[in-house]
């Protein structure tokens, strides 16, 4: 599933992002592939997701998140 259709509070893993440039990107704000996150708020009018991951939170807009794919896991810490 894409990550801007992943359920709220849920543990979510990356699995893979599509373009290369955005993942470089992403690599850059310290979101990897394998990392776990969990959406904790989504802003309305399709507006950006903030999300929890490794400890930190980060706002992700759509166009970004529709491009993110994660799986729902059950990882041992956010």
Do not use: Y
């Not at 969990?38 to 491009?67: F, Q, Y």
Request: proline share 4%; hydrophobic share 40%; net charge positive.
């Amino acid at each position: 599933m894409r990550l801007s259709d992943a359920p709220f509070n849920k543990t979510v893993r990356v699995i893979g992002v599509e373009g290369g440039g955005l993942q470089s990107k992403l690599t850059r704000h310290g979101l990897f592939k394998g990392d776990c996150l969990c959406v904790i708020r989504s802003a309305p009018l399709d507006g950006p997701l903030l999300i929890e991951i490794n400890g930190r939170t980060i706002a992700l807009g759509r166009r970004v998140a529709k491009k993110v794919f994660v799986e729902e896991v059950n990882c041992e810490s956010r």
